[in-house]
């Protein structure tokens, strides 16, 4: 939901927003699109072993980034890479994809028999902790999408909780005249703009009184496809920088 308000409202020309729900599914010919001529990076949300990281691909570098709080091993994402790939029209649906390590370290993997290249993204905060993720990986979407002032990352004591927070309330009312909310247990559609108008939804109720990430998927705004991230109860700061 985060990354698909952040794409909504943005409107960046140069920035894809695309979905994974199931890297294993099986892929169509009609799931696959060429992106558009203005279009220079791709974005996704990586969601597996209930763990959150953020995949950035530069076309004009033939390489896929992938920002990971935890330094998962690349090896975990290569169906995640592959899937997206495929759908943006970037890898042919028809052939044999396999990723190889072409570094000791396992960071740089390479395809074989195309130009493509996978190697870990550097620029995200370090989780320390097993419940992080979501808020981590939002962060890094407000970076990637031009909504993050990286300078409040340097005071001490900032709260990665309240600044995703904070940030999805903007988007929630910047864009309450084009979304609907999904009804998880029947009734009809409303606006986002009618629940808000409403004070139905009240983000600081909804988020102060949650202990467990779980319960804030509650809220589900679509726009094109579904997607839900959620983000963390932390009041401290166990991070710093991956280098």
């Known amino acids: 939901t985060f990354a698909t308000l952040l794409a909504h409202v943005t409107h960046s020309k140069n920035l894809q927003l695309v979905h994974c729900v199931n890297e294993k599914a099986p892929i169509t ?20 072993q209930s763990h959150f990281a953020i995949l950035t691909i530069r076309i004009d570098l033939l390489t896929a980034f992938v920002y990971d709080g935890l330094n998962h091993k690349l090896s975990r994402r290569t169906r995640h890479v592959t899937n997206i ?20 370290d396992a960071a740089v993997y390479t395809l074989n028999y195309h130009a493509w290249k996978l190697k870990k993204g ?20 407000m970076e990637v999408f ?31 005249e084009d979304l609907i909310l999904k009804q998880k247990e029947g009734g009809e559609l409303e606006t986002i703009k009618e629940k808000i108008d409403s004070k139905a939804i009240d983000v600081d ?3 102060d009184n949650k202990k467990d990430d779980s319960d804030l998927k509650k809220i589900d705004p679509l726009v094109e496809e579904e997607y839900c991230g959620y983000c963390s109860d932390n009041k401290e700061k166990p991070f710093d920088f991956l280098v």
């Open 85 to 104: 790939l495929t759908r943006c029209d970037l890898l042919p649906r028809d052939h044999d994809i396999k990723w190889s390590m072409s570094k000791p």
């Open 29 to 48: 010919d009609d799931e696959c699109r060429p992106l558009k001529t203005d279009v220079e990076t791709v974005v996704s949300v990586i969601y597996a």
């Open 205 to 207: 109720v909804e988020i």
């Open 146 to 176: 031009e909504r993050l002032h990286v300078s409040v990352l340097d005071n001490d004591s900032f709260n990665i909780r309240r600044i995703v927070m904070d940030e999805f309330e903007k988007l929630m009312q910047a864009a309450k």
């Open 122 to 141: 550097v620029s995200i905060l370090k989780q320390r902790n097993s419940y992080d993720c979501g808020p981590i990986a939002c962060l890094k979407l």
